[in-house]
């Protein structure tokens, strides 16, 4: 059973293109998160939904679309893929408003995008 | 949230206790220490957590000094699965709170 998954794992696509990820949680989360890495493994946050609102953007370019259909799903599409977004993203979730303070991100897979 | 400082690599023998420490002197007393590992490019894996005092969970133990200005993650009996990059992360807990990773130690188990 995966808690957290992304689809699709690679994607190889052409500058210009549109293209979108998709992420999964079945931990019943109600925040998520969208975070890049890039080729020199520097892990950022980009996006963060609670209950399907967006509570975090990270000054992300706005060819960047995170969209939330429901507290399960977090999708990120990107307009005009550019050389530069070639690294891998990573969704993420977490539980809110836990009486205990524990605050921990379970992370997906992966989604590793190479633009040409 | 605070920053903090881990040395860039290090090495331990299978078996033996890896000592992973990092610094993070100017947290406030809201924060939490937490450590992450990524191995191999995977997503980041959740290890422990604390606050004030000495956490132990079946991965590992994590020892926050009494000025809380550092702290060190014991991983007891070190095997290769173990090779990683580990992040010490310090931040205030909440439905807006977020994950600042730096440069993480890479960890390299050996024979």
């Known amino acids: 059973d995966t808690a957290v998954s992304q689809t699709p794992k690679y994607l190889v696509t052409q500058m210009g293109n549109d293209k979108s990820i998709k992420c999964e949680q079945n931990?019943?989360?109600?925040?998520m998160y969208w975070y890049k890495q890039d080729s020199k493994k520097f892990l950022k946050i980009m996006f963060s939904?609670?209950?399907?609102?967006?509570?975090i953007n990270e000054t992300v370019p706005n060819r960047f679309s995170p969209k939330s259909p429901d507290k399960a799903h977090l999708n990120l599409h990107i307009n005009s893929l550019e050389l530069g977004d070639s690294a891998v993203y990573f969704c993420?979730?977490?539980?809110?408003?836990?009486?205990?303070?524990?605050?921990?991100?379970?992370f997906g897979p992966g989604t590793r995008l190479t633009v040409l | 949230d605070a920053k903090t400082t881990q040395p860039p690599s290090m090495d331990c023998a299978e078996g033996r206790a890896a000592n992973l420490p990092c610094n993070h002197s100017t947290i406030s007393g809201n924060e939490y220490v937490y450590w992450y590992r990524q191995i191999h490019s995977q997503g980041p894996q959740y290890i422990i957590h604390?606050?004030?005092n000495n956490e132990t969970n079946e991965m590992a133990s994590l020892i926050i000094t009494e000025d809380r200005k550092s702290s060190t993650l014991i991983l007891p009996h070190a095997t290769l699965r173990d090779t990683a990059v580990y992040y010490c992360i310090v931040h205030v807990t909440g439905t807006a709170s977020k994950l600042t990773f730096g440069t993480g130690t890479r960890l390299q188990v050996t024979l």
């Open positions: 931990l019943g989360h109600d925040t």
């Open positions: 939904y609670n209950n399907k609102e967006l509570i």
């Open positions: 993420a979730s977490k539980a809110s408003h836990r009486a205990d303070s524990t605050d921990t991100q379970y």
């Open positions: 604390g606050l004030k």
